[in-house]
């Protein structure tokens, strides 16, 4: 069995995990918001599974519009300073 992403770690929640969550609820596919945000619909699933250790921070900001995410919290959860 595979290991499950830790989409909360105490309650800060993953970059990908928060991403995930944010998608999930507005019930946007990954392609739709992948299309929307000029990214790849790979590279999304890619960082919703935590397989992107630093994703730019034009990527995130893309990805905050379409979400409706804070891009600051976005920032946060890259690891970048705010």
Known sequence: MAEADQTTTGTTPSLGGRLRQARELRQQSLSYVAKEADIS????????????RAPSPNVLYSLSQVLDIDYAELMRLANYMV
Do not use: F, H, P
């Not at 999304?44 to 599974?49: A, C, G, I, S």
């Open 41 to 52: 619909t790979a590279y999304l699933q890619k960082l919703e599974v935590g397989d992107v």
